[in-house]
């Protein structure tokens, strides 16, 4: 079986280069069957957005500084490689923000939905999960709602779980929290609806973010998975996603 393929990358010199070598060797589809995206994770999840209409499974290839998402860099026997790759499919996160304003703006986020202050007192919120309110209130610097794909980015900086992209969760973290001080986050079924809601926004204003795009002065967030959109990661055969998870809680 032949395959279609076409090639993007960041704007890293290493990655423009790969891409200009991997098109001269293996040419470059107009209708491609796969895309091969060169960076790092962050440029692999625009690539996700960029074809998430269009169904096209992707294949990364770490040309950046991080790869958790990424496959390693080689350039033989890359047909071979894509051809016995697993599978695995990710959902976004759909963001509704509403702001001071009164306006509305939706987005799609396939690594976090995060909520940040916007001044230099820190942010007062209330969660709800479902409808029920699980925080009447939470000092922080901000919060996010991370998927599996999103969990070794800034969720794990922000010292939140790692996820297996193949486990039906989200990670609700919080960045700083001032009170409850001992609070760590949660881990919630991918099914639940988050709502977050900005108290006191006179004084402390708040910006939401869904992946690139950003909303400011908002006072609430409803956050949930967009089930019905699903976007196709592919993986060397035998070092999938889940395999470099459970490495990584390993390394000492």
């Excluded at 960041?10 to 070598?21: F, N, Y």
């Excluded at 994770?41 to 950046?64: C, E, S, W």
């Excluded at 047909?79 to 702001?99: D, G, H, N, Q």
């Excluded at 609070?183 to 939401?208: D, F, N």
Aim: glycine share 6%; hydrophobic share 45%; aromatic share 6%.
């Amino acid at each position: 079986m032949s395959l279609r393929l076409d090639f993007t990358a960041s704007d890293r010199p290493e990655a423009q280069e790969a891409c200009a070598r991997l098109k001269a060797r293996y040419g470059a589809a107009a209708n491609p069957d796969v895309v091969v995206a060169l960076g790092g994770d962050g440029f692999l999840l625009q690539t996700v957005h960029k074809y998430l209409k269009a169904q096209i499974p992707i294949f990364g290839m770490n040309r950046g500084s991080v790869g958790f998402l990424l496959n390693d860099y080689a350039e033989d026997n890359l047909l071979e490689r894509i051809l016995k790759s697993e599978s695995t499919l990710i959902s976004p996160l759909s963001m509704t923000a509403r702001t001071r304003a009164g306006t509305e703006h939706t987005a799609l986020a396939f690594n976090e939905v995060s909520l940040l202050r916007m001044s230099h007192q820190g942010a007062k919120l209330r969660i709800l999960i479902d409808g029920k309110v699980r925080l009447d209130e939470l000092i922080c610097d901000g919060i996010m709602v991370a998927t599996p794909a999103g969990s070794t980015a800034y969720n794990l900086s922000a010292h939140g779980p790692i996820i297996p992209l193949t486990a039906k969760a989200l990670a609700l973290t919080p960045i700083s929290a001032f009170r409850p001080r001992r609070w760590r986050g949660a881990i919630l079924p991918h099914t639940a609806k988050v709502r977050i809601e900005a108290l006191e926004v006179e004084k402390r204003p708040i910006s939401a973010a869904a992946d690139t795009y950003d909303v400011r002065d908002v006072i609430s967030v409803d956050i949930a998975e967009a089930e019905d959109l699903k976007a196709t990661l592919l993986f060397d055969a035998g070092n999938g996603y889940d395999e470099r998870v459970l490495a990584e809680q390993f390394v000492s």
